[in-house]
């Protein structure tokens, strides 16, 4: 399954769990340029940052059971597609919650790693990455 994540809905999915960021994109190695999470709005001028590979994003949602063959988004697009053949629609507001499968588990994922100083897992039901642990482990 491809998938594409809209940055500025990611910056909305922060806002609605209360922790605002602004993100950037980082082409200092053009072959592989990484996406700033700035702890706080654009005005604040943040200083806790965290630089993400691309393909982090992907691996993040994999290892966190969202995408895959057997994964959350799999199972959701499937009930919405039924749904939409029996006449229901989307009275189940399940593109809301496809939404809410990709963006929430990112977003607990990178306020664990901006808010990892205060040494303390916030999200344990979030599976870090290997490169991440740090992040993860007290």
């Known amino acids: 399954m491809e998938i594409e994540i809209n940055l500025t809905q990611l910056e909305k999915h922060f806002e609605k769990n209360g922790y605002p960021v602004n993100i950037a994109l980082n082409t200092s190695l053009p072959n592989e340029p990484t996406i700033v999470l700035i702890k706080g709005k654009l005005e604040q001028n943040g200083s806790r940052r965290e630089y993400i590979d691309t393909q982090d994003f992907e691996d993040i949602l994999f290892k966190n059971n969202i ?51 205060i040494g303390k897992v916030l999200f344990p039901e979030i599976k870090y990455l290997e490169k991440h642990k740090d992040f993860f482990i007290f």
């Open 67 to 117: 995408l895959g063959d057997n994964g959350l988004l799999k199972m959701e697009l499937t009930a919405y597609k039924s749904d939409l053949k029996s006449g229901l629609g989307n009275r189940n507001n399940r593109e809301e919650k496809m939404d809410s499968l990709v963006y929430d588990t990112l977003v607990k994922y990178f306020i664990q790693m901006l808010d990892a100083a």
